[in-house]
């Protein structure tokens, strides 16, 4: 499956989109590899070196580089380290998804689309009529000479 729910988002590891409920986020590689093997790894706590053999392909990189990716899909996710929701810091021993991860079908994506493009519509049809309404309210009882 590439498509997963984590809480309130929804993640496409195919195109590398983070989904919210108002935005689409493009994920960067790297980001969208580190997510995907936090999802991978939910149930556990995930070292730096699982980041640097599984997502980095065993490659020479710095804490810093993992600490800015790290910073990175916090910021997307609006997650504040200090009371963290999503990722957690394990001190001395690694990172820890906090939230449960639900693989989606696709079908379970075309329901929540669907279902999110019927209320998009409702709302923009009662702030059209309540609009109209303000509008018809705020206009003169007479006319213009």
Do not use: C
Request: aromatic share 8%.
């Amino acid at each position: 499956m590439h498509f997963m729910q984590i809480s309130d988002w929804i993640f496409d590891s195919r195109a590398q989109q983070l989904i919210g409920d108002n935005n689409v986020i493009q994920l960067e590689p790297i980001s969208s590899a580190l997510l995907y093997y936090l999802t991978q790894n939910h149930n556990r706590i995930v070292t730096r070196d699982d980041l640097i053999a599984n997502v980095w392909n065993n490659r020479i990189v710095s804490d810093s580089a993992i600490n800015r990716v790290i910073s990175m899909l916090r910021k997307h996710i609006g997650d504040d380290p200090a009371k963290p929701d999503y990722i957690r810091t394990v001190h001395k021993q690694g990172y820890l998804l906090l939230t449960d991860v639900k693989e989606l079908s696709e079908q379970e994506i075309n329901n929540l689309h669907k279902n999110k493009t019927r209320n998009f519509k409702r709302s923009f049809t009662l702030q059209n009529i309540s609009t109209v309404s303000y509008t018809h309210l705020t206009l003169p009882t007479t006319p213009y000479v």
